[in-house]
């Protein structure tokens, strides 16, 4: 069976998603949950690899097992081994031409920054913290120049393996809410820290560090020199992946991961 599972996960204790030898990863975590289960060993494949510290409220993840089990054992059973910062959401049984990472067609993340003077306590290792008094319009004046589709490589990590830097970013959003700066990014796919290197861009410029026209400069440029700092990964979220309607694949109504 080609089986795939819905999952949320809080990144603060992982070296990522990815198997690590340097520490303990939210694959292997979950592999080995999954494996008790099965009684056999199960490989899991992801939508993304999200990098240490980096949450998620919608990764996918596919995997094949030769042994038959009700659909509400993989949650429920799955749930009962694993440890609190990990929890299968939904599983289904797909067709084999599913493919948690190639057959997705669009990947959203959201970035949340606490935007007050006083560090987070509680919240110290899920969201992001910047004390200055960021301007939210200024960010939003900043957004539309990224819009589409484009080469970029000023936006990605030195270390990024993908064969070509062309995405098509379909939704970059940055709204205020009291204290908080929700960015929203919606993509075909993204880069290695993209989505971080864009908000470092836009936390610049909501700073009044930068101008708004200096985002679009920064695409232009296509030199990742020239977008400054990347973003720490705690404010990050994968929100959602987005599939074929022929999956038929459960589609969570979560907006945010505190809204």
Not at 102 to 123: G, K
Not at 179 to 208: K, S
């Amino acid at each position: 069976m080609n089986l795939v599972v819905g999952v949320e996960y809080d990144g603060s204790s992982y070296c990522g998603w990815q198997r690590q030898n340097t520490g303990p990863s939210v694959q292997e975590t979950l592999e080995a949950a999954l494996s008790t289960i099965a009684d056999e060993p199960v490989k899991v494949t992801a939508a993304g690899r999200t990098d240490t510290g980096v949450h998620a409220c919608g990764q996918v993840v596919h995997f094949r097992c030769t042994k038959k089990r009700p659909l509400c054992a993989w949650v429920r059973g799955s749930n009962t081994v694993l440890p609190d910062s990990i929890v299968v959401l939904w599983s289904t049984i797909v067709g084999e031409d599913f493919h948690a990472r190639f057959s997705a067609i669009a990947r959203r993340y959201c970035y949340v920054i606490l935007n007050r003077a006083v560090r987070p306590t509680y919240l110290a290792k899920r969201v992001a913290w910047d004390y200055r008094p960021l301007d939210v319009p200024r960010m939003v004046a900043a957004a539309p120049g990224l819009i589409g589709r484009h080469d970029f490589s000023a936006y990605r990590a030195a270390s990024c393996q993908a064969k070509t830097s062309v995405r098509e970013l379909r939704r970059l959003d940055v709204e205020r809410r009291g204290d908080w700066v929700l960015i929203h990014v919606e993509a075909d796919a993204f880069l290695h820290h993209m989505v971080r290197n864009l908000a470092g861009v836009l936390i610049a410029i909501g700073a009044r560090e930068q101008h708004p026209d200096w985002a679009y400069q920064v695409l232009q440029s296509r030199d990742r020199t020239q977008a400054g700092v990347t973003a720490p990964p705690e404010g990050l979220y994968l929100m959602s992946v987005t599939y074929p309607d022929k999956f038929d694949l459960p589609c969570p109504t979560l907006t945010s991961p505190f809204w």
